[in-house]
Every structure is written in structure tokens, then in C-alpha cells.
Nanobody, 118 residues
Framework: QVQLVESGGGLVQAGGSLRLSCAAS?????????MAWYRQAPGKQREWVAA???????NYPDLAKGRFTISTNNAKNTLYLQMNNLKPEDTAVYYC???????????WGQGTQVTVSS
């Protein structure tokens, strides 16, 4: 099975930017035709923040529109999340996984911690 490893998190001031990566051991879209970034803050449920389909179509919830951009590399084995104008409420552990189909979800990895200071 394709494994997913997230990286790129860190500590950043409010208004700053980070680029997260999700490296796959094979094609990202062999897991599911749609892939997503999710996040989970302490004491809160996991929520999706960006999704991309194999054809390149993207979708974002309101919390991410205009600030986050999801993309893949040409080899389709790495998923990226460019996050701009970060806010303290963006502080969370970020994960990548299949989008919208619970049956396609892989076991959640360790994720990558994003901390935004005010």
C-alpha cells in the first residue's frame, strides 16, 4: 500500500506562510481520485482544509479560501499545501489522506505540527 509522510510544519508568526508536503511511496491518486489535507487542533475534531482531484480541480472550505493552495508535483507522488496569511487559529497538526470517502482513508500518519504565534 502507498504510504504517506507529512512534513514542512513549524512555528511561524501570524501573517506568515508555510508550505507543507505529503510524500507518497507511489502515486498519490492510486489511493483515491481525490486527496485532501486535514488538520486537528487540540480538543477539536479533525477537519478538511483542502482537496484536489486527479484532474487538478481543487476545493476549499471557507476557512481556507484565499489563503491555502493545494497542489501536486508532476510525478503525482507529492501533495503540497501552501498556506499564506496564517492565523493563530490555524495552529494544528496537519495530515494528508483520501478525500471524502471514508472507505479510502489510510491509517492516519503522525502529521506535521503547525504553530502560529500571535
Amino acid at each position: 500500500q502507498v504510504q504517506l509522510v507529512e512534513s514542512g510544519g513549524g512555528l511561524v508568526q501570524a501573517g506568515g506562510s508555510l508550505r507543507l508536503s505529503c510524500a507518497a511511496s507511489g502515486s498519490i491518486f492510486s489511493i483515491n481520485p481525490a486527496m485532501a489535507w486535514y488538520r486537528q487542533a487540540p480538543g477539536k475534531q479533525r477537519e478538511w482544509v483542502a482537496a484536489i482531484w486527479t484532474g487538478g480541480t481543487t476545493n476549499y472550505p471557507d476557512l481556507a479560501k484565499g489563503r491555502f493552495t493545494i497542489s501536486t508535483n508532476n510525478a503525482k507522488n507529492t501533495l503540497y499545501l501552501q498556506m499564506n496569511n496564517l492565523k493563530p487559529e490555524d495552529t494544528a497538526v496537519y495530515y494528508c489522506n483520501a478525500a471524502f470517502d471514508p472507505r479510502a482513508l489510510r491509517p492516519w500518519g503522525q502529521g506535521t505540527q503547525v504553530t502560529v504565534s500571535s
